[in-house]
């Protein structure tokens, strides 16, 4: 069955970087519609990066573009997400999901996901 296993979740300070990595398994890695989601305590979950795997089309939302980097290792089925310059607001359990339905950054579209990464930046 698919599973998504997240890691790489910390606390920071202000500025600081973190990378996030999802471990996939039990799917076909390359050529799917993959994404970086998180969610804040008392908020919806939100997306913040997706990626169609194998070399395709990156998203990002509004928020991170320019911090955030999404990539892939097709070889190792493996999901990343680079965290810049990052700020309180970043704060979060960032979740990996896989599956969408073309509504890249909308988190009822995927049907995959991952257990989420605690990522917490003081200011």
């Known amino acids: 069955q698919v599973q998504l296993v997240e890691s790489g979740g910390g606390s920071v300070q202000t500025g600081g970087s973190l990378r996030l990595s999802c471990a996939a398994s039990?799917?076909?890695?390359?050529?799917?519609?993959m994404g970086w989601f998180r969610q804040a305590p008392g908020k919806e979950r939100e997306g913040v990066a997706a990626i169609y795997t194998g070399g395709g089309s990156k998203y990002y939302a509004s928020s991170v573009a320019g911090r955030f980097t999404i990539s892939e290792d097709t070889t190792k089925n493996m999901l990343y997400l680079q965290m810049n310059s990052l700020k309180p607001e970043d704060t979060a359990i960032y979740y990996c999901?896989?599956?969408?339905?073309?509504?890249?950054?909308?988190?009822?579209?995927?049907?995959?996901w991952g257990q989420g990464t605690q990522v917490t930046v003081s200011s």
């Open positions: 039990g799917f076909t890695f390359s050529d799917s519609c």
């Open positions: 999901a896989a599956h969408c339905d073309g509504r890249w950054l909308t988190y009822l579209a995927y049907k995959n």
